[in-house]
């Protein structure tokens, strides 16, 4: 566990970035056209890369103030 969880910091910052990329980039050129339904799941996917972000930040924030 200890391989993956040292680049813990490094996967959610890239997490937080690309979903912030998505919502800012992609969301828009869909919206502009219309398309409302690739307009969405663009965005759900956005936060759902931020949200991922966060929480894998906060797990490791947890774990390793409580378990080491």
């Known amino acids: 566990m200890e391989a ?7 996967i959610s910052a890239l ?3 690309t979903g ?5 980039f992609d969301v828009r050129p869909f919206t502009d056209r219309h ?3 690739e307009a969405a799941w663009a965005r759900g996917i956005g936060w759902l890369n931020v ?3 966060i929480l894998l930040y ?3 924030w947890v774990h390793d103030r409580w378990w080491f």
């Open 58 to 60: 906060i797990a490791r």
């Open 4 to 10: 993956w969880w040292s680049d813990a910091g490094y």
């Open 51 to 53: 949200a991922a972000g």
């Open 35 to 37: 398309m409302v339904r």
């Open 15 to 17: 997490f937080i970035l």
């Open 20 to 24: 912030l990329a998505v919502l800012r």
